[in-house]
């Protein structure tokens, strides 16, 4: 009888050690997939404290914009000057300057404005909806400028059309 109790004692040691052992690899492979590395942490804490102390003492903070500057005047130039952009080219990079424009703070570009015009939440709200509709249709072409433009003619009304 000591001598099953035994056996048994040592069984279920022998389960508990393994798995424990299998736990503690998995808490570690957990660890290592939900872990940052303690410099990055340790910048970006660094960061958020000066932006906290400069909000703290009412200081404005000045973005470092000067690569989206220079991002934004190319984008501009290529579509205001290069006559052979496909359509899907244009679109993707009409998108892009609208994301760098908003960005950097500016107002939305495909938003009205104007000294008489006001614009409100829907006009914003249609923006949004536009540009999402757009970006699905350059992402649904996958470069490829035929599918483009089947996309944009199956999905945009011709409000010019004459009965």
Same mark, same amino acid.
């Given at each position: #009888? ?15 050690s393994?798995?424990?052992a299998?736990?503690? =690899?998995?808490? =570690?492979?957990?660890? !290592?997939?939900?872990t ?9 804490r660094? $960061?958020?404290?000066?932006?906290? $102390?400069?909000l ?8 470092? %914009? /000067?690569?989206?500057?220079? +991002? ?6 290529? =579509?205001? @000057? %290069? &006559?052979?952009? @496909? ?15 908003l960005?950097?703070g ?6 009205? &404005?104007?000294q !008489? ?7 914003y709200a249609?923006a949004? !909806?536009?540009?999402?509709? #757009? &970006?699905? #249709? ?18 945009? !009304? +011709?409000?010019?059309?004459r /009965?």
């Amino acid at each position: #009888m000591a001598d099953e109790k035994e056996l048994l004692n040592e069984q279920t040691a022998e389960t508990t050690s393994t798995t424990t052992a299998e736990d503690y =690899i998995e808490a =570690i492979k957990n660890l !290592k997939q939900t872990t940052v590395d303690k410099t990055a942490y340790d910048a970006l804490r660094s $960061e958020n404290k000066k932006l906290l $102390e400069s909000l703290v003492n009412g200081e404005e903070i000045q973005p470092q %914009n /000067k690569v989206l500057t220079e +991002d934004i005047s190319t984008l501009r130039k290529e =579509i205001l @000057t %290069n &006559q052979s952009l @496909t359509n899907l080219e244009y679109w993707d990079k009409v998108l892009k300057l609208r994301s760098a424009l908003l960005k950097r703070g500016d107002e939305d570009p495909f938003v009205p &404005q104007g000294q !008489k015009v006001n614009a409100t939440s829907a006009d914003y709200a249609t923006a949004e !909806k536009v540009a999402t509709i #757009m &970006q699905e #249709m350059v992402d649904n072409a996958e470069g490829d400028p035929n599918v483009f433009l089947n996309e944009y003619q199956r999905r945009v !009304k +011709d409000t010019n059309l004459r /009965k």
